[in-house]
T-cell receptor, first 114, second 110 residues
Framework: QKEVEQDPGPLSVPEGAIVSLNCTYS??????FMWYRQYSRKGPELLMY????GNKEDGRFTAQVDKSSKYISLFIRDSQPSDSATYLC??????????????FGKGTLLTVNP | NAGVTQTPKFRILKIGQSMTLQCTQD?????MYWYRQDPGMGLKLIYY???????DKGEVPNGYNVSRSTTEDFPLRLELAAPSQTSVYFC?????????FGPGTRLTVL
């Protein structure tokens, strides 16, 4: 079993739809969870960052972590064409320090159609 | 701040050639990373550094070398290019948590 599994899509939705992106993981030591957004031919940029279980909301974006199920989600409300990108989940056991390395999912390609 | 800059943007190499991918950050971050991204495969860590003079291997280090003589610079060296090294290479830096990525270098080995 891969350490982090993410459905690569592609996912195509109409403008205004609610989008749900998900990752599952096998390493119970993961404590810090991130979502990166990567536009075509650009570097990834951090979108959301959460610690342990629970929800975090930032505007139209909500990150959800369920450590008991080893499952994380990113919800996008009122999706816009500008949300079209690849979304990568990432996670690590540690925050800061010499062991701070991220394990990434393969990314999900999202297209929001006007 | 320019953030993380990478040069060159694109490069085509012949098998067996060598090259250095440059990475510079102006945010005074201690941590720096090199990743490769292959289509549909996510980001794989090649090497990382926790400060000037300190480097360590990541998940896929074979065929690559790095050095970190200053806080700002973290070059990645390919000594004998192989077709399997065709990829997009991203450099990132971090103060501790959030990683800031450069724009990437697209490398093709023919």
């Amino acid at each position: 079993q891969k350490e982090v599994e993410q459905d690569p899509g592609p996912l195509s939705v109409p403008e205004g739809a609610i989008v749900s992106l998900n990752c599952t993981y096998s390493n119970s030591a993961f404590q810090y969870f991130m979502w990166y957004r990567q536009y075509s031919r650009k570097g990834p940029e951090l979108l959301m960052y959460t610690y342990s279980s629970g929800n975090k909301e930032d505007g139209r974006f909500t990150a959800q972590v369920d450590k008991s199920s080893k499952y994380i989600s990113l919800f996008i409300r009122d999706s816009q064409p500008s949300d079209s990108a690849t979304y990568l989940c990432a996670m690590t056991p540690n925050s800061g320090g010499s062991n701070y390395k991220l394990t990434f999912g393969k990314g999900t390609l999202l297209t929001v159609n006007p | 701040n320019a953030g993380v800059t990478q040069t060159p943007k694109f490069r085509i190499l012949k098998i067996g050639q060598s090259m250095t991918l440059q990475c510079t950050q102006d945010m005074n971050h201690n941590y720096m990373y090199w990743y490769r991204q292959d289509p549909g495969m996510g980001l794989k860590l090649i090497y990382y550094s926790v400060g000037a003079g300190i480097t360590d291997k990541g998940e896929v280090p074979n065929g690559y070398n790095v050095s970190r003589s200053t806080t700002e610079d973290f070059p990645l060296r390919l000594e004998l290019a192989a077709p399997s090294q065709t990829s997009v290479y991203f450099c990132a830096s971090s103060p501790s948590d959030e990683q800031f990525f450069g724009p990437g270098t697209r490398l093709t080995v023919l």
